[in-house]
């Protein structure tokens, strides 16, 4: 027969296993972030490779200005909305073009597709693109869906 507190401590392991996988499982899922001076954490967006990737005509967020500091891809982007905190998401093919340096098309996309208010909303967003190396080459263009092309270096 087991005793109330052998129950209790039993329950509580499995409690804390459980929250602890929980907690895992919600930081993969959440944006990546990286400590920075002064204890601040900087937030990135997500960048996705699919080879099966369709690049649309059209894009529902106008970038500003683009530049690469390191391996991370700034944009200063604008937007209608102001209801719904909005999510943006790198995408690309995966595919270099044959050109020196290479150049590789990217997609900004606005995960957010229906926000009812009209505000007109700027912003600084950022994404890690050191996974977006060419295997023998030290420089890349990214060609942005709006025409921009922005020299990374690495």
């Not at 039993?10 to 899922?29: A, D, H, P």
């Not at 957010?112 to 050191?130: A, M, P, W």
């Amino acid at each position: 027969m087991r005793t109330i507190g052998y129950i209790w401590k039993e329950m509580n392991i499995k409690s804390i296993v459980f929250i602890l996988t929980l907690c895992g499982v919600l930081s993969l899922l959440c944006c990546k972030t990286k400590k920075v001076s002064g204890g601040e954490k900087e937030e990135f967006f997500p960048v996705y490779s699919n080879a099966t990737y369709v690049i649309p005509q059209r894009h529902p967020v106008h970038i500003d200005s683009a530049f690469v500091e390191g391996n991370i891809l700034n944009l200063k982007v604008n937007y209608s909305g102001g209801c719904k905190k909005h999510f943006f998401q790198l995408n690309t093919d995966g595919v270099f073009a044959g050109t020196l340096p290479p150049l590789l098309p990217l997609f900004l996309d606005d995960t957010v597709k229906t926000d009812n208010c009209r505000e007109f909303k700027e912003e600084l967003i950022k994404f890690d693109v050191s996974k977006l190396k060419h295997p023998t080459q030290k420089e890349i263009v990214l060609k942005l869906a709006d025409g921009q092309f922005i020299t990374y270096s690495y």
